[in-house]
């Protein structure tokens, strides 16, 4: 096992954190957090902490399913599908404010005109 350094602590301590909040999110019963985000949760900040607090088991997992040093590449891959998914995300959410902003926009004009008859 290598030496800690600075920047393995750090990113220890930021995925610990990460996996208290989502632990803690779903102990406490929040809406937003089901089930299924705390598995994912943990399952993306578990491996971020097991890589880095032993560093070459990104490289002993490629070589058992085949990969070689071509987990560099599917690393990069899983980047791109995160800003990917992170883009349609963001359009959703752009497309769901336009939607809601007409609806109250339609809602206060209705208004308004119904003041406008009572006078």
Same mark, same amino acid.
């Given at each position: 096992?290598?030496?800690?350094? $600075?920047?393995? $602590?750090?990113?220890? =301590?930021?995925?610990?954190?990460?996996?208290?909040?989502? &632990?803690?999110?779903?102990?406490?019963?929040?809406?937003?957090?089901?089930?299924?985000?705390? *598995?994912?949760?943990?399952?993306?900040?578990? *491996? *971020?902490?097991?890589? *880095?607090?032993?560093?070459?088991?990104?490289?002993?997992?490629?070589?058992?399913?085949?990969?070689?040093?071509?987990?560099?590449? &599917?690393? &990069?891959?899983?980047?791109?599908?995160?800003?990917? +998914?992170? +883009?349609?995300?963001?359009?959703?959410?752009?497309? =769901? @404010?336009?939607?809601?902003?007409? $609806?109250?926009?339609?809602?206060? &004009?209705?208004? +308004?005109?119904?003041?406008? @008859?009572?006078?």
């Amino acid at each position: 096992m290598l030496p800690l350094s $600075i920047s393995r $602590i750090v990113f220890s =301590l930021i995925a610990v954190f990460f996996l208290s909040d989502a &632990l803690t999110k779903y102990l406490r019963g929040e809406r937003s957090h089901t089930a299924f985000k705390l *598995a994912v949760s943990v399952f993306i900040w578990g *491996a *971020a902490l097991a890589l *880095a607090i032993m560093p070459r088991l990104d490289h002993a997992v490629s070589k058992q399913f085949g990969f070689g040093k071509d987990i560099d590449v &599917l690393i &990069l891959g899983g980047f791109v599908v995160v800003f990917i +998914f992170l +883009f349609n995300l963001l359009r959703i959410t752009e497309r =769901l @404010e336009r939607n809601i902003t007409e $609806i109250v926009r339609e809602q206060c &004009l209705e208004k +308004f005109k119904e003041k406008l @008859e009572q006078k």
